[in-house]
């Protein structure tokens, strides 16, 4: 029955009613998380991205197995960041010229036309992050293209942690309302 109220008080009372689900689940969310990512500092910003899927997934939520709803998320989303951390950035494709790409295409077995398609949706991908506000271009280029952490760029730009973190997710929001798909083609 609590957690029939919360969510009910989360979906009526926005952020501000949530504060009292993070409380009480937080703890939880963030040992499922470290059992996966085994990193104190990892499993904190995952966990933080779990709470922020719980909240935007509320208002599809079902009543019934609550507790485990909101554990197959944690899950899957530690595993998801662990796969991508298990990736090994070798040589960031920005910095290979196009021959080196298609030599590197032919290869591993990627066709030329699909190098060259990847290679543009690339350079229109690093267009548009040109175009975002300064104060968000400098993390979102940070965080995803180069592939830094929380902790990386708050030392690099001399922003608390906190602060970054918020930087991404007004920057991923700003995206959302501003970005649409017919850019990208």
């Known amino acids: ?31 499922t998380v470290y059992a996966v990512v085994r990193s104190p500092h990892d499993a904190e910003d ?25 554990t197959r998320i944690a899950v899957n989303r530690a595993i998801d960041w662990k796969r991508s951390k298990a990736r090994k ?6 910095d290979m010229d196009w021959q080196e790409e298609d030599l590197l295409a032919s290869n591993t077995g990627i066709a030329a036309e699909e190098a060259a398609i990847a290679r543009e949706g690339r350079r229109q991908v690093r267009e548009q992050v040109q175009q975002l506000p300064d104060n968000y271009r400098e993390v979102v280029t940070a965080y ?29 929001n700003w995206i959302k309302r501003n970005w649409r798909k017919e850019d990208f083609e």
């Open 1 to 31: 029955m609590q957690d029939e109220a919360w969510i009910k008080a989360v979906q009526n009372g926005g952020p501000a009613a949530f504060q009292s689900f993070v409380h009480a689940y937080g703890p939880y969310l963030y040992r």
């Open 89 to 94: 950035p070798e040589q960031p494709m920005e």
């Open 46 to 70: 995952v966990t933080q991205e779990v709470l922020l899927l719980i909240y935007r997934s509320l208002p599809e939520c079902r009543m019934d197995g609550f507790k485990t709803w909101m």
């Open 144 to 172: 995803y293209m180069e592939n830094k952490s929380y902790e990386e760029i708050a030392t690099d730009t001399g922003l608390e942690r906190k602060s970054v973190e918020s930087r991404l997710y007004r920057a991923r």
